[in-house]
């Protein structure tokens, strides 16, 4: 029987199938749980604390019977881990951030924020699909060298989408420093070594102490895609 097990939560505009890459470079003997966010039949979207309860009610048996275990999360579903955390610490041996804002600081920034999010969920609800993606992918923190994965419509529940650019906006997230602060012995901070955004936001945490260092793998904010190898083996040295 399979004794340890990953929770892996996705990012916008995932899948459950972005972390089969990852899971191609771990040992067989590692069981995975990656529910997805936005399809159909996926639970319904709620307020990030609310949303968490719902996870745990839904998983929170399945994880029981396995000794070790830990969660993963890349970008959206890093910050609705940071919730978990908050939340549900004891639950995981270990919580993995990938790309993962810690939260915005300022009411300047978190209006700014806002307006853009309403803006993607105009887009959401207006544009084709083939447009929709086009625009994601031509945002700056993606760079030249990230992969664009394929994305099918038929895969999404648009209605979700636009309501988690609402729910889950970062201009909803909390500052989540003292959080990190206080559990970085827990916590594995992972960034791209192209991804200029992220790696200033990891350098920040780690120059003020509220991490104790962070992981770089060669990548860009993509790295389920670009450099799963690498992640792979950073999640194994887990178990």
Do not use: C
Not at 84 to 104: A, C, E, I, R, W
Not at 189 to 197: F, I, M, P
Request: proline letters at 3%; charged letters at 25%.
């Amino acid at each position: 029987m399979q004794k340890n097990l990953i929770f892996a939560l996705h990012g916008f505009l995932g899948q459950s199938k972005d972390w089969q890459a990852v899971q191609t470079h771990m040992p067989k003997n590692i069981a995975w749980l990656a529910p997805n966010l936005f399809s159909k039949d996926s639970l319904d979207l709620a307020s990030y604390y609310v949303y968490v309860d719902h996870l745990m009610t839904e998983y929170s048996a399945a994880l029981k019977p396995f000794q070790r275990k830990i969660f993963v999360g890349y970008s959206l579903g890093g910050r609705l881990g940071l919730h978990l955390l908050k939340k549900y610490s004891n639950h995981f041996d270990q919580f993995v951030f990938v790309s993962t804002h810690p939260g915005l600081q300022s009411p300047v920034e978190k209006s700014e924020r806002k307006k853009s999010d309403r803006a993607w969920t105009d887009k959401i609800q207006n544009q084709t699909w083939s447009q929709f993606i086009t625009e994601w992918n031509s945002q700056p923190v993606f760079s030249k060298n990230d992969p664009e994965p394929e994305r099918d419509e038929t895969n999404f529940d648009r209605g979700k989408l636009a309501l988690a650019m609402d729910l889950w906006s970062l201009a909803e997230q909390d500052d989540l420093r003292s959080l990190i602060h206080a559990n970085n012995r827990k916590i594995t901070w992972v960034v791209g070594d192209q991804d200029s955004k992220f790696l200033n936001l990891a350098s920040d945490l780690e120059q003020k102490k509220i991490l104790l260092g962070f992981n770089k793998i060669s990548s860009g904010h993509r790295i389920l895609v670009s450099n799963s190898k690498d992640l792979a083996q950073l999640l194994q040295n887990w178990f």
